[in-house]
Structure formats: C-alpha cells, structure tokens
C-alpha cells in the first residue's frame, strides 16, 4: 500500500508538487479489478535533496515523515517535509517513550473536579481528570499526551490505572459522606 517515486534532476522543489498532482489525479479514478470498482485515496510525502536529506535513507525517512503528516490532514493531501515536522516526530517519540514508563514510575495522576446539584448546592459526584507530571518533559498537558498513548496503544493499560484509581478514591468518599457520591 505504499510505493516511491524517485524524481531526478527537478529544476525546483515546485517540480515535485506537479508530480504528486498528477499521482493524486490518477487515484482520483476507480481501478477495475476483478469487475469492481475500486477507490483508493493518497497520501503523499515529498522530500527534496538535499536539504531534507543526503542519503537515500534519510530521504525516505523525510518523506515517509511528511506522508504521516498529509495522512493527517485528511484524505488525498500531500506535504512537503519540514524540519518542524522532524521536531515534532522527535518530540512524540520522546513523549511516548516517556508514557511508557510513566505508569511504572507513579507520574500519573488523577484530578478530581466536583459537580454540584444547583437546586441544592451539594456535591453530588466528581469527574476524573487524567494528569501527567514527567521528570524530563515537566507537566505535560492531556490534548498532548493522550493521543500520544492512543498511537502507541498505551490508552488499555492507563484505562486500566485510571478506573482503579478512582473506584478506589470513590470508595474511600463513600465511607466519609453521608450521601452517595457519583
């Protein structure tokens, strides 16, 4: 599901956009196999030597960075690598290299905020806030780190930590209040 055009001796990056105009218009078609129609869509990386790499490798590295990125935006898109691309991919695999641990470490943590009964001003139940305090990223905030843990399959076990954690706190507001708390 995935293949590489290599473009030799472009006269500017620009070049490279009208090839992968051309690729995206050709999938814009249906392919007949087997007496069906089918559809496919395209996402498209385009890196250039050699600011986005010197060696065949790292190109690919660059490109297949940039597909990632035009996946992203949604369906038939193409990107052009940049090094804030790079940064990003670099910090995401810092990021979840970190989660990783993060449960084994005791980082993570669980923020209650109260909901009221407005007719009678009681607390009636709180909602579980997921937090995450790393020692080398420093607080990390939740639109970042959970999908971070969506990617890397991580949400199951922080799942897991999460509602233990707060049936175990739950319990523990049972015992001192009066009235259930949800």
């Known amino acids: 599901?995935?293949?590489?055009?290599?473009?030799?001796?472009?006269?500017?990056?620009?070049?490279?956009?009208?090839?992968?105009?051309?690729?995206?218009?050709?999938?814009?078609?249906?392919?007949?196999?087997?007496?069906?129609?089918?559809?496919?869509?395209?996402?498209?990386?385009?890196?250039?030597?050699?600011?986005?790499?010197?060696?065949?490798?790292?190109?690919?590295?660059?490109?297949?960075?940039?597909?990632?990125?035009?996946?992203?935006?949604?369906?038939?898109?193409?990107?052009?690598?940049?090094?804030?691309m790079q940064d990003d991919a670099e910090r995401h695999l810092a990021m979840e290299t970190e989660l990783r641990h993060a449960l084994r470490r005791n980082e993570l943590r669980l923020m209650f905020q109260p909901k009221y009964d407005t007719q009678t001003g009681r607390i009636r139940g709180a909602e579980a806030l997921l937090r995450w305090t790393s020692p080398t990223l420093g607080q990390v905030n939740p639109d970042d780190f959970i999908p971070v843990a969506e990617f890397a399959g991580l949400m199951p076990a922080i799942g897991d930590w999460v509602l233990q954690t707060a049936c175990r706190e739950a319990a523990t507001w049972q015992r001192l209040c009066d009235e259930p708390v949800h």
Not at 16 to 23: D, F, P, R, S, T
Not at 30 to 42: G, K, S, V
Request: net charge negative.
């Open 1 to 84: 599901d995935e293949f590489l055009v290599v473009s030799e001796n472009l006269s500017r990056p620009g070049d490279a956009e009208v090839i992968a105009h051309k690729i995206a218009r050709m999938f814009q078609r249906p392919f007949n196999i087997e007496q069906r129609e089918i559809y496919a869509t395209t996402s498209i990386g385009i890196a250039v030597f050699p600011q986005d790499g010197e060696t065949a490798e790292t190109l690919m590295q660059s490109a297949d960075t940039a597909m990632y990125h035009a996946k992203g935006a949604g369906k038939n898109k193409y990107r052009f690598f940049t090094r804030a």
